[in-house]
């Protein structure tokens, strides 16, 4: 519960602290206009006395005059304008965060796409080419990412609890603080990925060859709620603590029986196959 309130302060801090200072660019415009306009009126009115303190002296010489500074002020607040539009644009977009709850995005192609903050709660992304997104302090509690490829994917500080994993490609993804807990990573493809501070409770850690991931702590598969590990191919560094690989294996049935709607005989065949397994 701490780390959830933790994860949701996060988020939160970073959304107002862009809201914030892009709203400065903004409110900078906005004074700014006024005061440049108010000096070339100024600037305007000076040369006309000074036009007609001439007049009374000497004759007129032809003079660009007036058109030059109305030129220059209808460019000035031209430029000023698009600067202030630019900023609201620029605003919008770095404050808004999408909704996509419950979206169907299943097979869809996002490869690099800027999904940061997002919601995408019990989203269904299986299949989904997400390879290289942004997926920052995303929100994807829930949502069913079986099969997709989440190769070099930003997941820091994403919320991904309870979210389905399993056969993912999450080769060289980077999931820095990220929210795992109860977590399905069934099968999935793990090779150079990065469990910096992942928060891993209560996860699914079935049939994992996990040897080339950075960052996975011992304490990260001892904390409680532990996850479950089951033929697990660990780190080199975790074996001094005598971490057993299949210290779950006897409770793999039942949680596949419940997360895949499936009867515990078909459950306990998956397991004894995926036991058959020797790793490399």
């Known amino acids: 519960m701490k780390i959830e309130v933790i994860f949701k302060m996060s988020r939160q801090f970073k959304w107002w602290t862009a809201k914030i200072k892009h709203n400065?660019?903004?409110i900078m415009g906005v004074i700014a206009t006024p005061i440049l306009l108010s000096m070339?009126?100024?600037?305007?009115?000076?040369?006309?006395?000074?036009?007609?303190?001439?007049?009374?002296?000497?004759e007129p010489t032809p003079q660009r005059g007036d058109s030059s500074i109305s030129d220059l002020g209808i460019i000035?607040?031209?430029?000023?304008?698009?600067?202030?539009?630019?900023?609201?644009?620029?605003?919008?977009?770095?404050?808004?965060?999408?909704?996509?709850?419950?979206?169907?995005?299943?097979?869809?192609n996002l490869s690099k796409a800027d999904l940061s903050g997002a919601d995408l709660n019990y989203a269904n992304l299986s299949g989904a080419n997400l390879t290289s997104a942004n997926l920052r302090y995303a929100n994807l509690r829930g949502a069913d990412l079986s099969g997709a490829d989440l190769s070099e994917t930003n997941f820091t500080y994403a919320n991904l609890s309870g979210a389905s994993l399993r056969y993912a490609n999450l080769s060289r993804a980077n999931?820095?603080?990220a929210n795992l807990s109860g977590a399905d990573l069934n099968c999935a493809l793990l090779r150079?990925?990065?469990?910096?501070?992942?928060?891993?409770?209560?996860?699914?850690?079935?049939?994992?060859?996990?040897?080339?991931?950075h960052n996975l702590e011992p304490l990260q598969l001892l904390a409680k709620p532990s996850p479950f590990l089951c033929h697990v191919a660990l780190p080199p560094y975790s074996q001094p603590l005598d971490l057993n690989p299949n210290r779950d294996c006897h409770l793999i049935p039942q949680l596949l029986s419940d997360r895949y709607h499936i009867s515990l005989t078909e459950a306990q065949y998956i397991l004894n196959e995926a036991r058959r397994h020797q790793w490399h």
């Open 192 to 213: 150079g990925a990065n469990f910096s501070d992942a928060n891993l409770s209560g996860a699914l850690l079935f049939f994992l060859n996990s040897r080339d991931v």
């Open 76 to 108: 000035a607040m031209g430029a000023i304008g698009l600067f202030i539009l630019l900023n609201l644009r620029f605003t919008s977009k770095v404050t808004k965060k999408a909704n996509l709850n419950y979206a169907d995005l299943k097979d869809h």
């Open 40 to 58: 070339m009126w100024g600037c305007n009115d000076r040369l006309k006395l000074d036009d007609d303190h001439l007049s009374h002296n000497q």
């Open 175 to 177: 999931l820095t603080s």
């Open 24 to 26: 400065k660019l903004l």
